[in-house]
């Protein structure tokens, strides 16, 4: 069994952290006219929301300048973190991934992983400053691990698919894996390969948009320890 964790909004809050970064970076190599506004980033890939951001500043997308403003995001990022008092794992996620990862000892076939849009420098500076082990996830797909151009954030799911069953040299169907998200977009990911999807309201959507997208459990957010463990795990073998 998989289960994969989103991290913005789901896992921690960094206070707009991410988004503040991404415009200081553009701000700085492309000049005060660089903006942000208008561009979707709830729920969505890393590589997606800086496309747009090139299309809305009118930069072309070349691959130098695409790995300039990466790393400059990067460095903003650390910088923004550091000065921001807000960041914060969200209610009850220490305590949950405890609990599964000590169940992960008694059931083998079990795995913890992450699935997000982060780049994987940036989530797990994110992750490290809200104080969230990255440890107990043994599968971590990141926002650029898409194999499609442009890529989906549904791409990702098959991909930590494939990277559980080379770690745990067994097959893995669909019923086995859970996503856990925020937003529309990780439910239709989980929705797309057949997989469950736990959705909560700690971000930007609301239960009946979570519901209407077919989320087969929604909550506020994961301090329910024991009950959302006992739904996570359900036929955990």
Known sequence: MLILFDIDLTLLNTGGSGA???LAAGRELFGPQFSTDGVPFAGRLDPLIISDLFTRGGVPPTAGAIAEFTSRYQRCLAHELARTPSCTALPGVLDLITALDAHRLRVPALALGILTGNFEPTGTMKLDRCGIPLAPFEVRVWGDHSPNDPPRRSD???VAMR??????????????????????????????HGCRALAVTTGRSSSSELRDAGAHLVVPDLSDTSSISRWLLAGAR
């Open 20 to 22: 503040r970064s991404m």
């Open 156 to 158: 990702l799911v098959p």
């Open 163 to 192: 990277r559980y069953e080379s770690l745990r040299q067994r097959p893995l169907p669909p019923a086995d894996v859970v996503v856990i998200g925020d937003t529309p977009h990780d439910v239709h990911a989980a929705l797309s």
